[in-house]
């Protein structure tokens, strides 16, 4: 019996209907297990997981691989994003044993959990040296009846060994202006500069790095991290990885140059790039750095955003391949064309051919098209298609006609079968939704922003937190999902909730953060300030999971420095500053030796360095015009990690307000740091000079 129909997680439900005889991660399947004395298979994958969507319609919609796998094993289906500790624990066992992970991730466990055989994606026959995925089953049950003692041997080293390899760094010092210009000059020999970005193929866009990069240069002046990062941001912008017609960062690049992108769209990372962008405009005030970001913003509120205010965790690289219009059937009455072939190929609703271009624009309009997204003949991608990107400069090209040609494609592409999203709401990746929203919007004057923001953050305290501010994880269609928050949920929360504070002057989003980082104190930290990514009363697994690095998220420990670094700057509270401080002794060590896996953290360490400032803004009125400026001006602010705190006078929103008041009577800012404030000023300029804006 299949088991997965109940539950929330869209991937999971994905699975509801194949002949495997599917359960979700609970103590009953591996009670299952032992009763049977059967392994576990243990499958992790995600919804927008490509290779994932493959392994199921060759092996899981199977009806004889399904009859094999349930007659000899217990079948555990996990979303990553669901449970990143399953996830995490595991991934871990098959980096070590293969040298590699990804997803599908396919592990074979004992009925304790114990984890005895590793792999990702297993073809249905052998290929490319892969044994098929059902050898594999074979000869793990082989294994498994004939050799039990070998097998349980190496279940029980392999848990030792992962037991062995947990890390403290909590007692360390925070890294120094040594550690930060030993992680730049690394970060300089491993930049590409013919193309941006750091490394080969695949790449992966830097946004956490990039923070790094623009704090560095406002706090140093640093001339070659701003053009790292100015230089990157603008090849992603221009090439295939950014959606050229309706905004939005897709996963990676296959490719070294940016063209060919792994199509899937993760509210992640657009959420960072969102933000990376608006700081790059707020550094350099570039044209291109604020369409962009508010690009992406509006992507991820016009197609992430659910009908509960939350958004959305991602969008599928696959879609339902589009038949051409003059092939398509009649539907109805009113002349409409249905429009799929019912195949689901990766990228098909994203790339274009020359013909393509030719039936939604015409002979002439289809030639500029061509030349100015870089459509050819040949494709640079499969079967003669091609990916949109900006390869020439745009500026030779009139600006009206090719805002036309954008509109004429988009709406065109509106009529293909749409990919498949990811409805579930993730709470850590919210979190980073709503710092950018809320900071986007203020930095460009779009309220809508700040309310959809504001929306989002509504919900996750509806819906995802508790009467003791503990945070599930996960929601789906208002419906709270049963999995404890782990420490990024809790991290990066918090760091939404306290830009929300700074964006809105309504002071209860400090106060919901301060709620969540007392959790972070006491139940994700131990005695030497180490931090780890499940609570100490959290679900037990093979090893509590701990990873500090940086990947396409800001790791639960960075984040959570972060947050912890922010809240004790608006409210002085040393036990949260020196916790953070505590938390960046691991940048201290990695920092120089893998600066692009510690990104996050690093930008948070120049926070540290630079103080961070305190900015009070205090007028007679919030909506006072003069109060406004000084407070968007403020936020404008390159000073890296300040906190920004607005009110009236003798207002208790913000502990930052207490003792400010009026400047003859005019609207005044404060600027505070390591224990020293500046006068007060009354003038915009002065308060941009004082922040590096």
């Not at 990804?102 to 297993?122: C, H, I, K, N, S």
Request: proline fraction near 6%; hydrophobic fraction near 40%; include cysteine.
């Amino acid at each position: 019996m299949n088991r997965l129909a109940g539950v929330t997680s869209p991937y999971l439900l994905q699975h509801a209907d194949n002949p495997v005889d599917w359960w979700p991660w609970t103590p009953e399947a591996f009670e299952e297990a032992r009763r049977r004395d059967v392994p576990v298979l243990l499958s992790v994958g995600y919804s927008a997981c490509h290779w994932c969507h493959v392994m199921a319609h060759e092996s899981f919609e199977d009806e004889a691989t399904a009859d094999y796998l349930n007659a000899h094993f217990v079948s555990v289906k996990v979303d990553r994003e669901e449970r990143p500790d399953v996830d995490a624990v595991y991934m871990e066992a098959v980096q070590a044993a293969t040298g590699q992970g990804g997803w599908p991730m396919t592990v074979f466990l004992t009925p304790d959990a114990e984890p005895f055989y590793f792999g990702t994606y297993f073809p249905p026959e052998p290929r490319h040296g892969m044994p098929s995925f059902r050898q594999v089953l074979q000869g793990v049950h082989q294994a498994w009846a004939e050799r039990r003692g070998e097998v349980t041997d190496v279940a029980g080293k392999i848990v030792r060994e992962l037991a062995g390899r947990e890390i403290s760094y909590g007692d360390a010092r925070p890294p120094g202006e040594a550690e930060l210009a030993q992680a730049l000059l690394g970060l300089t020999r491993e930049y590409d500069p013919q193309r941006g970005g750091f490394g080969g193929a695949p790449k992966f866009p830097p946004s956490m790095v990039i923070e790094f990069l623009l704090r560095h240069h406002a706090r140093t002046g640093a001339e070659g991290a701003l053009q790292m990062a100015q230089d990157t941001c603008e090849r992603m912008a221009r090439g295939g990885i950014y959606d050229q017609l309706g905004g939005g960062f897709a996963r990676y690049s296959v490719d070294r140059d940016w063209v060919v992108p792994h199509f899937e769209k993760m509210l992640y990372d657009n959420a960072l790039l969102c933000r990376v962008y608006t700081h790059l405009w707020r550094s350099t005030g570039s044209g291109l750095a604020r369409r962009v970001a508010l690009e992406t913003a509006d992507f991820m509120v016009r197609e992430l955003r659910t009908n509960e205010g939350g958004f959305a965790s991602a969008l599928d690289a696959d879609s339902e391949e589009a038949v051409p219009r003059e092939a398509r059937p009649q539907r109805g009455g009113g002349g409409r064309r249905e429009g799929g072939t019912g195949r689901h190929v990766e990228g098909a609703y994203y790339v274009w051919t020359p013909a393509q271009l030719r039936e939604v624009l015409g002979e002439a309009d289809a030639d500029l098209a061509a030349q100015y997204f870089g459509v050819t003949e040949e494709g640079t991608f499969e079967h003669g298609s091609s990916v949109l990107r900006l390869p020439q400069d745009e500026g030779v090209f009139d600006a009206g006609r090719i805002g036309s040609l954008r509109e004429r494609l988009l709406a065109a592409r509106s009529e293909r079968p749409a990919p498949g999203r990811d409805d579930k709401v993730v709470a850590a990746w919210n979190g980073l939704a709503i710092a950018a929203l809320a900071e986007t919007g203020a930095c460009f004057d779009r309220p809508d922003l700040v309310e959809a923001a504001v929306a989002a953050a509504d919900l996750l305290v509806r819906l995802h937190l508790d009467d003791h501010a503990r945070l599930t994880r996960t929601s789906k269609d208002g419906q709270a999902g049963t999995n404890a928050g782990v420490l990024e949920d809790y991290a990066d929360v918090a760091e939404g909730f306290l830009a929300l504070a700074s964006v809105t002057g309504e002071g209860v989003w400090l106060d919901f953060a301060g709620l969540l980082l007392d959790h972070v104190l006491t139940r994700f930290t131990d005695e030497a300030g180490s931090l780890y990514d499940t609570a100490a009363d959290a679900e037990r697994l093979i090893r509590r999971p701990q990873d500090p690095t940086d990947n396409a998220t800001p790791s639960g420990w960075t984040a959570a420095a972060g947050a912890l670094l922010s809240y004790a700057a608006h409210t002085g509270s040393e036990p949260h500053r020196t916790a953070a401080e505590h938390a960046l002794g691991v940048v201290k060590a990695l920092g120089p030796r893998v600066p692009r896996f510690i990104g996050w953290g690093l930008a948070v360490a120049e926070a540290l360095l630079d103080g961070p400032r305190e900015v009070a803004v205090v007028g007679p009125a919030l909506d006072d015009e003069a109060t406004r400026t000084l407070h968007r001006t403020a936020l404008r602010g390159t000073a890296p990690g300040a906190v920004v705190a607005v009110g009236t006078e003798g207002g208790d929103e913000f502990p930052l307000l207490a003792g400010r008041p009026l400047v003859d009577g005019a609207p005044a800012a404060y600027v505070c740091r390591r224990f020293t404030c500046d006068a007060p000023v009354t003038d915009a300029e002065r308060l941009r000079a004082a922040l590096g804006g």
